[in-house]
């Protein structure tokens, strides 16, 4: 079928052939970690409840408070099968208790300070693309979302930056 604008679209099979295709390229190029044990489970709930309690209490008192009461619902768990219960329910619940603008380090992703003052381009800057032989008095090292050399820690394990989660991954 010919479309509107002069170009061939793909017939129902053959759309459906390359988007299984791309599916499948997609698939390959996602990082899948190994499964998790019940332990592991558990201390990721657990901190990520803590994170997630620190951008609802802002006063230290109250979020001590709050830190022990976690504490003692993860404590008052003990058989390993009302454990694996439990962490799927913890897991809901902590799903529905996020914040909705969580807290996150200055730095990154949605901080105060990211990208506060970040080097223009230097076609930007120079649009006619000459540039003048003074003005390269900056260093143009590339650095990493919280602003260190990638020179002074060379490699870094989690480089993608997840916007909608504010944390490197």
Known sequence: ATGGGGGERASGSEASAMNKA???????ARVK?????????????????LKSLLSWA????????????????????????????????GEA???????????????????????????????????DGEVPADAETGTRTPVWPDMVPITFRPKQDGGLIDFAKKNME
Request: charged fraction near 25%.
């Open 22 to 28: 791309f599916t499948e390229v997609a698939q390959l």
């Open 33 to 49: 970690g190994p499964a998790l044990t019940h332990q592991q489970r558990a201390t990721r709930l657990y901190r990520r409840s």
């Open 58 to 89: 802002i006063d230290r008192e109250v979020f001590y408070e709050e830190a022990y009461k976690i504490r003692a619902r993860f404590d008052s768990v003990k058989s390993v099968a009302a454990g694996k219960h439990a962490v799927e329910v």
């Open 93 to 127: 619940e902590l799903w529905e208790c996020l914040h909705p603008d969580p807290w996150c380090m200055n730095y990154m992703p949605g901080g105060t300070k990211f990208m506060r003052n970040p080097v223009p381009p230097t076609s930007l800057v120079y649009p």
